[in-house]
């Protein structure tokens, strides 16, 4: 993965850090280091997704304000006007090189949900056959939640972003060299850790805190997004962005970063959707007969559930947790929530004396399921 000639689609992303000052103004200087690598890159016939931190450190920066605001209407405000200044520069400075950009704004919503997970990788797909350079954001500025409770930051938006458009390779660029074998702040005999081909306890366990105060995303976060990267298929390097060409230099070959390995066999596309993108809307807890089925990669059977929670419709996804209320499956159930409190329990024989009808003989078939 390291050699550029195996590399066809890359989704670069940006945090807060290496975009601004610690002020939160607009750094130009990073910024166009920045869009020169992307363009030098697509250049080279390689395609490029920028997945950019940086809406509410803009916005900072522009109303004048000393710190982060601490409410969601003023973060969203901040997003507001932070997103336009952000989104003029890129433009102004990619077009200078003679390339195009288009802007997506995406919610976890738009991720969760099947047909507008659908429609965004055809959207992605026409953008990159136009030539053009997508450039995504969170749309922090209407979303309900609070903002580090949707994607959670924007290195796991880059990841799903990855996944979605089947990128060979996510480039994390960070204010860190990558992944230490313990907090490089702290010791000095910390040693950087150039390549993870498992994620492990002992590589989760190495994960330190936030970094700067304007961003949201501290080591934790990466090891959760190469999970999810990893999950596809799709390597991913963390990256120092402060240092000079280093997404060339790593696609050069050169030993730079931390790299995770792609597994060699990914979760097919519907599959890792389930897994990482698809919100549960309700919760199955199942017996230790229906967990072991599970483990051996059976299919759900109502006889093997023992209770509901909340509200959901049939094919809407779910999670399945065992007796001691540990998560053991995702899936798409094939039943809505007040048929599975009826049939719970019971053979699939006795389905449709119960319901009337007998759609599927299993609640949440192999198929649509995926084992945590």
């Not at 230490?180 to 081909?197: F, G, R």
């Not at 990482?276 to 809307?281: G, I, S, T």
Request: charged share 20%.
């Amino acid at each position: 993965m390291e050699n550029i000639n195996n590399i066809k689609r890359v989704v670069v992303k940006v945090g807060t850090s290496s975009l601004t000052y610690k002020n939160g103004r607009l750094n130009l200087r990073k910024m166009e280091k920045l869009v020169r690598q992307l363009v030098d890159i697509s250049n080279a016939g390689i395609e490029v997704v920028l997945v950019t931190s940086g809406a509410v450190g803009a916005g900072i920066g522009v109303l004048g304000l000393k710190e982060k605001p601490k409410t969601l209407p003023e973060k969203q405000a901040c997003a507001a006007v932070g997103q336009l200044s952000l989104l003029h520069m890129y433009q102004k400075m990619f077009s200078e090189y003679g390339k195009h950009t288009g802007q997506v704004l995406l919610t976890r919503d738009d991720i969760s949900d099947r047909k507008r997970y659908l429609n965004a990788r055809n959207t992605f797909f026409s953008l990159l056959d136009l030539g053009v350079i997508p450039i995504v954001n969170e749309n922090d500025a209407i979303a309900v939640e609070e903002l580090k409770l949707k994607f959670g930051d924007n290195d796991t938006l880059s990841a799903m972003v990855a996944s979605l458009v089947e990128a060979d390779l996510l480039a994390i660029l960070s204010d860190i060299d990558g992944l230490y074998d313990s907090n490089p702040n702290q010791n000095p005999e910390a040693k950087l850790i150039p390549s993870v081909h498992k994620i492990t306890k002992e590589i989760e366990a190495m994960a330190g805190g936030a970094g700067s105060s304007f961003g949201t995303g501290g080591m934790a976060t990466k090891i959760k997004a190469a999970k999810i990267a990893t999950a596809a298929g799709v390597s991913m390097v963390i990256l120092n962005g402060a240092s000079e060409d280093i997404i060339n230099r790593f696609l050069e070959g050169e030993t730079v970063g931390t790299l995770f390995h792609g597994t060699e066999s990914p979760l097919q596309s519907k599959k890792h959707w389930i897994a990482y993108e698809a919100v549960p809307h309700g919760v199955l807890y199942v017996d230790n007969g229906a967990e072991n089925a599970l483990k051996n990669n059976k299919s759900l059977l109502p006889k093997g559930i023992t209770k509901v929670s909340g509200v959901f419709n049939d094919g809407d996804p779910i999670e399945i947790l065992n007796e001691d209320g540990q998560s053991l499956a995702k899936g798409l159930t094939s039943y809505n929530s007040f048929e599975i409190k009826q049939i719970m329990g019971l053979e699939t024989s006795e389905i449709e004396g119960v319901l009337g009808h007998k759609d599927y003989d299993v609640v949440v078939h192999k198929n649509n399921m995926v084992l945590i």
